[in-house]
């Protein structure tokens, strides 16, 4: 059933390029790191890909893992959520165009995991 209302949601990955899961980690794995950041979304009946609202990007630090990378993301986006929430409260829901593809990803393998941070020095 639809809401009556708008609903957020915030993403611990740039949408719509890291949908799903560990967005950050992917776009670290991907040699990506200029994407490693959050989205505030309109939800829809897909996975991470209603409009989205806010973005930020920031850089992950020396030992963080794919255990602290959300983490780390959520420390940088405190401003975009807040932001966010406020704009929908004054009925301000404009969505912005991240001109990006839209793939969806899922938990590494922890072949892939070892692999990635063995050459890749992403853990």
Not at 37 to 65: E, F, I, M, N, S
Not at 72 to 83: G, K, L, T
Request: glycine fraction near 12%.
């Amino acid at each position: 059933a639809k809401m009556p209302c708008p609903v957020l949601n915030y993403h611990a990955g740039i949408a719509p390029k890291y949908r799903g899961m560990n967005g950050g980690y992917w776009a670290l794995a991907s040699g990506d790191a200029q994407n490693f950041g959050t989205t505030v979304h309109l939800v829809d009946a897909g996975v991470d890909t209603g409009g989205v609202l806010q973005q930020a990007r920031g850089k992950p630090r020396t030992g963080d893992t794919i255990a602290s990378y959300a983490l780390r993301q959520a420390a940088f986006s405190r401003d975009i959520c807040v932001e966010a929430v406020g704009n929908a409260l004054a009925g301000r829901l404009d969505t912005i165009d991240p001109n990006l593809p839209s793939k969806q990803w899922y938990h590494p393998t922890i072949w892939f995991y070892l692999w990635t941070g063995l050459t890749k020095r992403v853990w």
